[in-house]
């Protein structure tokens, strides 16, 4: 059974710095590509970052050189640094993981929300 679990929001001001984290309590983790999405209320769900198994990362444009995504395999763990805060970056934030053949995401974090004041 996959689990994903996130943490790390919160209220912050704009400008300031949040950093969420995702765990895996599953098995699938290191071989599969995960990725972070958010929905701001009254809006659709977007893409804020993917990072393959491999490593290569890809940012929607909002959150381009302000967010930084990575993944630390042995701890079944991913993380998005979000820098440089806005209020627009507020919303919901889910974790994702494991593509299928149609690049959809399997698997589905709770969610954790942020924020910008």
């Known amino acids: 059974h996959v689990q994903l679990v996130e943490s790390g929001g919160g209220s912050v001001q704009a400008g300031g710095s949040l950093k969420l984290s995702c765990v895996d309590s599953g098995y699938i983790f290191s071989s599969c590509a995960m990725g972070w999405y958010r929905q701001a209320p009254g809006k659709e769900r977007e893409l804020v970052s993917i990072?393959?198994?491999?490593?290569?990362?890809t940012y929607g444009d909002s959150v381009k050189g302000r967010f930084t995504i990575s993944r630390d395999n042995a701890k079944r763990t991913m993380y998005l640094q979000m820098n440089s805060l806005k209020i627009e970056d507020t919303g919901v934030y889910y974790c994702?993981?494991?593509?299928?053949?149609?690049?959809?995401?399997?698997?589905w974090g709770q969610g954790t929300q942020v924020t910008v004041s």
């Open positions: 990072i393959t198994s491999e490593g290569t990362t």
């Open positions: 994702a993981a494991c593509r299928t053949a149609s690049m959809e995401f399997r698997y």
